[in-house]
């Protein structure tokens, strides 16, 4: 036997990225080798082997048969999903409207009267001439042009949608470092029906749809100059470095086989990042980060017949536990652990010291017989002083790695983004965690302007102490220490839903069923909550020792009355502490030598508009679904962690012993709330256009006949 590789390619050009086309018969070696190790069709595999960037490389020759090295597909153990691994053109693959995120933007087939240009095709397994199932999507039907068309306009502008949430623009993101996550795709064939009722047989197009990674697709083709709707109703031909074509043809205005624009946009951008004359030039150095790209290309499946259920699997799940960007919390706290990464590098901290901060490892420092509020005490001032360094090289640092601009022109966001990253940190070790925006405001705005910093913050027992006669240190002892202590507790917790409280409306408002209008008045800001708390200080005091030693003996903190005692068998509650430490002070009244001589008689007040009715309802969806609602999901995914940590030490399946009503219950819910959810973003579109009227609620109905069965 006698193994030979192919490795003679000369390199790419030192300073232009951009690696040109490949030699045809090493493209077609690729994609015959690709089609008897998948046993997808020619027709698939000669459309994606013109994507991929010296396929030579990537096969091995054994007994005069090509083979993939090793490594080059693999399974998932997870999804078992077989992945192709291959460095592909930068220009390689298309976001794809089946998207996960984006598909509740869509009109589902159940839908009565749903709008056909919004109405996704359905996908199904490809197959062969004889029926056998083969590791590709299409759909079960032809397109029309001018439907997929409207389908890809309404993707684009979904996925715009989601891309302005982050806050920053990818694709400025890219363009200035690179893709720095590989993206997954699968084949998709297109047939589009282009017969205008000539009876012309469909137009077929593969299509590498994302899988994952579907804005960074968007983002790196917009570098390029290139949409989908390119990829998939042709490249126009001016974009193109055609060579001469067979003598008596001549080249469409707009060319979709990828046999043939794909090498020929690639010697465009091969030529054009190195002449400046090229009208092509400015292009090819925006997407001279993304010139190639690693891309996982799905390419089978331990179930063939299902390849259209399971590919979508690494998006769903993706979607069902969000990506890192998405969450206040762990976004606060991967900010954080950036800052301790740049600080262990700079040597200010070991990496012992990091791994503890970050909540990665043991306290380096541990010392025999200290309590649990001195330990997480001593963590606790440690974040604050990594994130709030005195040190004005430390704060130049810290700048830097939050990409905030000069220390004069900071402003309250830098501030409260840095107080949510210690927030967000430090609740790793408490009992319980809270919403990280409880900090939110108790820092002046202009606090990052000067060197303060928060460096050197005294132990928490010395800090009460001489908080008894300065009022400052308790001050700096709530900000720092106190408000977690009391959020741990659920004594407090980050402001939300004022809007609400303020209309005096609302019954029914899912967070607020069981309050009346007067217990949502006292909501209150945890600036609010601190300033209540100085006016009583010494009681101030004798609450955060309780909290101190309720913690010291893993119990609950008991109320203080007002002689500054703790009283045996009551708990410290939120209910208490509103009533004791009231938002409203009784202002003091200045003295009159007279009556006054105005009308005192109280004013009637009228009907709201139709226009304020509307400005109260629109303030209120808004809070529920930017604020409510993902507040509840971050309760039920609490419960759900809750579950399996009991199954866990009770060494029990979180449902062992549950009824199957119990199981088909939680099922149910899930899925009507699933729908609800999607039925409402689809209206979002058109609330700002038009009167779109809501289905029936499945989850009212679900509501009401689980009340019929119980009555």
């Known amino acids: 036997m006698t193994i030979t590789s192919a490795v003679d390619y000369d390199d790419v050009t030192e300073h232009n990225p951009f690696p ?72 390689t693959g298309t976001p794809g409207e089946y998207n996960e995120r984006i598909r509740g933007t869509f009109h589902s087939p159940a839908r009565p009267n749903p709008d056909p240009a919004r109405m996704l095709p359905r996908l199904v397994t490809g197959t062969d001439t004889e029926g056998k199932p083969l590791p590709y999507l299409t759909t079960l039907q032809s397109v029309t042009a001018n439907t997929l068309s409207s389908l890809i306009g309404v993707m684009e502008d979904a996925l715009s949608n989601t891309d302005g949430a982050r806050g920053y623009k990818l694709r400025d993101d890219i363009r200035t470092y690179g893709q720095n996550e590989t993206t997954l795709h699968a084949p998709l064939l297109r047939v589009i029906d282009e017969s205008d009722n000539t009876g012309a047989a469909g137009r077929r197009v593969l299509d590498l749809t994302a899988i994952k990674g579907a804005n960074r697709t968007r983002a790196r083709l917009a570098l390029f100059g290139l949409s989908t709707k390119e990829i998939v109703f042709g490249i126009d031909q001016s974009k193109l470095e055609l060579p001469e074509s067979r003598p008596g043809t001549e080249y469409p205005a707009r060319i979709a086989d990828p046999t043939v624009w794909v090498p020929a946009f690639a010697t465009a951008m091969h030529t054009a990042f190195g002449d400046p004359r090229h009208p092509q030039h400015e292009v090819a150095h925006d997407a001279a980060k993304v010139a190639t790209v690693p891309m996982q290309i799905i390419v089978g499946t331990a179930d063939p017949h299902e390849f259209h259920n399971v590919v ?49 490892g043991d306290d380096p420092n541990s010392q025999p017989g200290e309590d649990t509020v001195s330990r997480r005490d001593r963590r606790d001032r440690a974040l604050f002083a990594a994130v709030f360094p005195s040190d004005k090289s430390r704060a130049d640092a810290v700048r830097r790695v939050l990409g905030e601009p000069s220390r004069s022109y900071t402003n309250k966001d830098h501030v409260a983004n840095r107080l949510r990253m210690v927030s ?146 009551s708990v410290a509650t939120k209910h208490w502490f509103d009533k004791q430490f009231p938002k409203t002070v009784q202002r003091r009244t200045k003295s009159n030598n007279r009556d006054s001589q105005t009308d005192p008689t109280a004013p009637k007040a009228p009907d709201p508009t139709p226009q304020e009715l509307l400005t109260l309802a629109r303030a209120h969806f808004y809070t529920v679904v930017t604020d409510t609602m993902p507040a509840a999901i971050v309760d039920l995914i609490t419960s759900a962690r809750e579950l399996l940590d009991a199954a866990r030490n009770a060494q029990q399946p979180a449902l062992h012993g549950a009824t199957d009503d119990e199981v088909v219950a939680i099922s149910k819910a899930l899925s009507v709330t699933k729908a609800d959810l999607q039925m409402l973003a689809a209206m979002v579109a058109d609330m700002r256009f038009g009167h779109p009227r809501p289905e029936e609620s499945q989850t009212e109905k679900f509501l009401t006949d689980e009340a019929g069965e119980e009555g």
């Open 312 to 360: 979508f699997d690494p998006n769903r799940a993706d979607h069902r536990r969000p990506p890192l960007g998405y969450i206040l919390t762990e976004k606060a706290a991967s900010d954080l652990r950036a800052v301790l990464r740049d600080a262990k590098a700079n040597g200010w901290i070991t990496e012992s010291e990091r791994a503890w901060l970050a909540g990665e």
């Open 20 to 91: 040109g086309p490949d030699k045809p018969g090493w493209t077609q070696t690729f994609s015959e080798t690709l089609a008897a190790e998948t046993g997808m069709p020619l027709e698939i595999t000669d459309a994606i082997a013109p994507y991929v960037v010296r396929p030579k490389t990537y096969l091995t020759r054994s007994d005069g048969t090509y083979r993939f090295r090793p490594g080059v597909i693999t399974e998932d153990p997870s999804t078992k999903l077989r992945v192709l691994s291959v460095t592909v053109h930068g220009f």
């Open 424 to 569: 967000a940190v430090a609740g790793e070790g408490y009992r319980h965690r809270w919403n990280p925006r409880v900090l939110d405001g108790l820092l002046s705005s202009t606090f990052l302007k000067g060197y303060e910093g928060l460096a050197n913050l005294p132990e928490w027992s010395s800090a009460l102490t001489a908080a008894r006669t300065d009022p400052d240190v308790l001050e700096r002892f709530l900000t720092t220490r106190g408000i977690h202590w009391l959020a741990e507790n659920k004594i407090i917790d980050a402001d939300r839903g004022s809007i609400g409280a303020q209309a005096g409306t609302h019954e029914t408002d899912s967070e607020q069923q069981g309050e009346t209008t007067a217990d949502r008045q006292i909501r209150r800001s945890t600036i609010n909550a601190r300033k209540a708390m100085l006016l009583q200080a010494p009681r101030t005091i004798a609450l955060m020792q309780e909290l101190a030693a309720a913690a010291n003996e893993n119990r609950a903190p008991r109320a203080i009355d007002t002689d500054n005692n703790p009283v045996d068998g």
